[in-house]
């Protein structure tokens, strides 16, 4: 069955450590995108990719790193400098831009 | 500033009943596109509804109907009939195609749907 993975599921962090959340595709999708979501809030866009090897910054974007390798990998790494991390994440992607978007099951992730 | 505003953030009704979700955007482009997206406990968003900027025909899909004004900039969503498999957070999503914000999707805060048998 084609869709997107993310792992883990559940995910636990020491303070003042990178962690990276994991989302594979075999849609063969162009676009991909990494979204945040805290209780009782919608989606903030962190990072989102058109094509390889390029990426755009979303609207909070820091402390968040990504890369984008291979078409139906985008991998997003927290790392220590983002301040409050406890959050859901859900990676997303799109066949192209403006046509309608697969999301994965989500990573929660908790610092410890 | 929120380009989407989903200004109900809790609804409860019994079933059967009808509910409409309210969906407000904001956008200068002429070309854009408009999204519902379910989202059910287990937390993955479901896609229900695509709809461009020049296309403002109302749709029906089953218990699903759609209202899309131009004039109000609204993009309302309405639940026929609703059973307990409807309780869920219902997201309105905005994706602009043009300028800086080409690309990417705008979501409402959502509105959480709650149904009791």
């Known amino acids: 069955d084609g869709g997107i993975t993310q792992s883990p599921k559940y995910l636990f962090r020491k303070e003042g450590q990178n962690v990276t959340l994991s989302c594979e595709q075999n849609?063969?999708?162009?676009?991909m995108y990494w979204y945040r979501q805290d209780p009782g809030q919608g989606l903030r866009l962190i990072y989102y990719?058109?094509?390889?090897?390029?990426?755009q910054k979303g609207d909070i974007a820091e402390g968040y790193s990504v890369s984008r390798e291979k078409k139906e990998s985008f991998p997003l790494t927290v790392t220590s400098a983002q301040k409050n991390p406890t959050a859901f994440y859900l990676c997303?992607?799109?066949?192209?831009?403006?046509?309608?978007?697969?999301f994965g099951q989500g990573t929660r992730l908790t610092v410890v | 500033a929120q380009k989407v505003t989903q200004a109900q953030t809790e609804i409860s009704v019994v079933e059967k009943e009808d509910v409409t979700l309210d969906c407000v955007y904001e956008?200068?482009?002429?070309?854009?596109?408009l999204f519902w997206y379910k989202q059910p406990p287990s937390g993955e968003l479901v896609f229900l509804i695509r709809?461009?900027?020049?296309?403002?025909q109302n749709e029906i899909s089953g218990r699903y109907s759609w209202n899309f004004q131009k004039s109000t900039s609204s993009f309302n969503f309405t639940i026929t009939a609703s059973q307990v498999v409807d309780s869920a957070v219902y997201f309105c999503?905005?994706?602009?195609?043009?300028?800086?914000?080409?690309?990417?999707?705008?979501f409402g805060a959502g509105t959480q749907v709650v149904v009791t048998p």
């Open positions: 997303a992607s799109t066949m192209t831009v403006n046509t309608e978007a697969f």
């Open positions: 849609l063969n999708h162009d676009a």
């Open positions: 990719s058109q094509i390889v090897n390029d990426f």
């Open positions: 956008t200068r482009d002429t070309t854009y596109y």
């Open positions: 709809r461009n900027s020049f296309d403002e």
């Open positions: 999503a905005l994706s602009e195609a043009e300028g800086g914000s080409w690309g990417k999707f705008q």
